[in-house]
């Protein structure tokens, strides 16, 4: 009788120490009584090709990808989902039992799904969406929403530029609009989103004039140190639905615990509770 093999999954990144992945795919790992592994991985750029194809002759089943590589494993990668592909950077990879490498990108999905799941009454074809931020987290919530059907989105970014390239891949339904002109704009927003790092412990505040806010536009936000951001307190007061971006977090996750483990996890309560910890 062959013993089966222990299923190894982990995060590569560099650094690596801050990722909060360990902790969440750990919770999972407990609470489901899989006999696992999820591990973080220092690994640098140079060495990314060769750790991917190590890997799997190591046992293990896949892995999550941040920072740097999360652009560079598409190079490496023999299948590329959709989305992954659109967005030109993937989280979440997979090691077929065919030999290749499969690339998914489950950033833009985790934002939907923590959206649905915390404010089931949202609907995003109800209104245009404004988003804060044009870089790597905004190129993934565009893409979602556009999949989401979003009849328009109202782009802005500090540095302009980046807003505008983002227009030039993702299309007609985005207008780029100065960030000096965020408040004017406001009241158009059902939705708003901040995917910027402003909020962050330790970074600078998003100082935004939210009057023109409507009390219907849900609000919600990428920063979830503090879990309750500046922008989510002042929506809250003003009588905005409000999310916050653990949620965001925890959803993307899953995808890939259901690939490499075999079974769909909960977002619930308690893996919230462990994650604030
Ligand atoms: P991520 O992958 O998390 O999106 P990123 O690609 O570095 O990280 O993007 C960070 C976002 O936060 C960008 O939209 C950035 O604006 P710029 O493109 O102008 O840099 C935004 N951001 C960071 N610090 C900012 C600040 N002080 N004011 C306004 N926007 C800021």
Same mark, same amino acid.
């Given at each position: 009788m062959s013993i089966p093999s222990i299923p190894l999954a982990g995060v590569i990144g560099h650094p690596i120490a801050h990722s909060k992945s360990p902790r969440l795919h750990g919770h999972w790992l407990k609470r489901y009584g899989i006999p696992g592994h999820y591990i973080p991985m220092e690994v640098a750029s140079n060495d990314l090709a060769h750790v991917l194809n190590i890997l799997p002759k190591a046992g293990f089943r896949g892995v999550n990808v941040t920072i740097p590589h999360k652009e560079a494993v598409l190079d490496i990668a023999d !299948?590329?989902?959709?989305?992954?592909?659109?967005?030109g950077a993937a989280n979440t990879?997979? $090691?077929q039992s065919d030999g290749k490498l499969h690339a998914d990108n489950t950033d833009g999905i985790g934002f939907i799904a923590n959206l649905k799941h915390n404010a089931p009454d949202w609907d995003p074809a109800a209104g245009p969406a404004m988003v804060l931020g044009a870089g790597g987290a905004s190129r993934a919530i565009v893409a979602a929403l556009l999949h989401e059907r979003v009849p328009a989105i109202l782009l802005a970014n500090r540095t302009r530029a980046r807003?505008? #390239?983002?227009? #030039?891949? $993702?299309?007609?339904?985005?207008? !780029?609009?100065d960030w000096n002109n965020?408040?004017?704009r406001m009241d158009e927003a059902a939705t708003l989103i901040n995917t910027t790092s402003l909020g962050m412990a330790g970074k600078e505040e998003l100082k935004l004039p939210l009057d023109g806010l409507r009390a219907s536009t849900l609000?919600?936000?990428?920063?979830?140190t503090p879990l309750t951001t500046n922008l989510l307190a002042t929506a809250h007061e003003r009588g905005c639905p409000i999310v916050d971006g653990l949620g965001m977090l925890l959803h993307q996750a899953v995808p890939g615990f259901e690939r490499w483990f075999g079974m769909t996890p909960d977002v619930d309560e308690d893996l919230r509770q462990v994650m604030l910890r």
């Open positions: !299948v590329i989902s959709d989305r992954a592909a659109l967005i990879l997979t $090691f807003a505008d #390239a983002l227009k #030039a891949h $993702f299309g007609g339904k985005i207008e !780029v609009i965020v408040p004017q609000v919600t936000d990428i920063v979830y």
